[in-house]
């Protein structure tokens, strides 16, 4: 079972940038979708990013699209969310996750396509 660990959230002033990293260990990473999803307070966890396992493929939420920017690392077993021009509405818990299933090329946003999850960093903006 592959064990997948956030670090870089924190505190940020709106218009501000911070990095996520997630690096997994323990079971395949480079042959699987990995994906970004974030869960404010009393809201459903929702989907920010997602990277195929070549790179090649990458798909956004409206509510990131030209600020996030996902990639991986396959060398380094690591997938990274690049947050630019951070709003308050972006404050949450983000968790990177890896697919159900081997795919070189797929990219999904269905939460219940992603069954390894990380245990989350918050990432706070402040107005």
């Known amino acids: 079972q592959v064990q997948l660990v956030e670090s870089g959230g924190g505190l940020v002033q709106a218009g501000g940038s911070l990095r996520l990293s997630c690096a997994a260990s323990?079971?395949?990473?480079?042959?699987?979708?990995m994906g970004w999803f974030r869960q404010a307070p009393g809201k459903e966890r929702e989907f920010a990013a997602a990277?195929?396992?070549?790179?090649?493929?990458?798909l956004y939420a409206d509510s990131v699209k030209g600020r996030f920017t996902i990639s991986r690392d396959n060398a380094k077993n690591t997938v990274y969310l690049q947050m630019n021009s951070l709003k308050a509405e972006d404050t949450a818990v983000y968790y990177c996750?890896?697919?159900?299933?081997?795919?070189?090329?797929?990219?999904?946003?269905?939460?219940?396509?992603?069954?390894?999850w990380g245990q989350g960093t918050q990432v706070t903006v402040s107005s």
């Open positions: 996750a890896r697919a159900v299933r081997r795919s070189l090329f797929s990219v999904d946003r269905l939460v219940t396509s992603y069954d390894s």
């Open positions: 323990g079971g395949p990473f480079s042959s699987y979708t």
């Open positions: 990277i195929s396992a070549t790179g090649i493929m990458t």
